[in-house]
T-cell receptor
Framework: DVKVTQSSRYLVKRTGEKVFLECVQD?????MFWYRQDPGLGLRLIYF???????EKGDIPEGYSVSREKKERFSLILESASTNQTSMYLC????????????FGQGTRLTVV | AQRVTQPEKLLSVFKGAPVELKCNYS??????LFWYVQYSRQRLQLLLR??SRESIKGFTADLNKGETSFHLKKPFAQEEDSAMYYC???????????FGTGTRLKVLA
């Protein structure tokens, strides 16, 4: 089974803190994604990466950055956390090529106080 | 603009009743379409995709290009079908998903 693992299930951070969300996949997938999941808004793409050190902005990149130094790891960084970034964050990966099935992590519920 | 619309936030049906979760998309080309499901306390996972034309857990979905719809159907709902369902598309030539806002299905005993 493909495993996509997010480092934390729950996080509580203070406004202004720098926050790191980590995601690791164990199946040599090319593409990795970070989404926010909010009620009534569905999944919105923050950033994605199609190769090591490569990244592209998604639909809502403001206030976020990412890092992909190794193929299996994709980190989401909140440069200065704000209360409106309180959300569920989902990491996903796809193998690439013609195979588009996405495998998701269990999610990180981030609360910024 | 490319968009996926799920008009129902919540759909409640009784066990044994037919279910239809609606999905409409806005895209000028030939997209790849999917349904993903998230059961309580589980991660989001693929339910089915239109290119495989298969039935998973009794669910089917037919792509109607004329109506730009990809509704998810099941003839007899089960309590274990209660979950959050997301319709999604991938525009041709890309690998980025566009998700709808989701429909929560509640199957009542």
């Amino acid at each position: 089974d493909v495993k996509v693992t997010q480092s934390s299930r729950y996080l509580v951070k203070r406004t202004g803190e720098k926050v790191f969300l980590e995601c690791v996949q164990d199946m040599d997938h090319e593409n990795m994604f970070w989404y926010r999941q909010d009620p009534g808004l569905g999944l919105r793409l923050i950033y994605f990466s199609y190769d090591v050190k490569m990244k592209e902005k998604g639909d809502i990149p403001e206030g976020y950055s990412v890092s992909r130094e190794k193929k299996e790891r994709f980190s989401l960084i909140l440069e200065s956390a704000s209360t409106n970034q309180t959300s569920m964050y989902l990491c996903a990966s796809t193998i690439g090529g013609g195979n588009t099935e996405a495998f998701f992590g269990q999610g990180t519920r981030l609360t910024v106080v | 603009a490319q968009r996926v619309t799920q008009p129902e936030k919540l759909l409640s049906v009784f066990k044994g009743a037919p279910v239809e979760l609606k999905c409409n998309y806005s895209y000028s080309g030939s997209p790849e379409l999917f349904w993903y499901v998230q059961y309580s306390r589980q991660r989001l996972q693929l339910l089915l995709r239109h290119i495989s034309r298969e039935s998973i857990k009794g669910f089917t979905a037919d792509l109607n290009k004329g109506e730009t719809s990809f509704h998810l159907k099941k003839p007899f709902a089960q309590e274990e079908d209660s979950a959050m369902y997301y319709c999604a598309l991938i525009p041709s030539g890309t690998y980025k998903y566009i998700f709808g806002t989701g429909t929560r299905l509640k199957v009542l005993a």
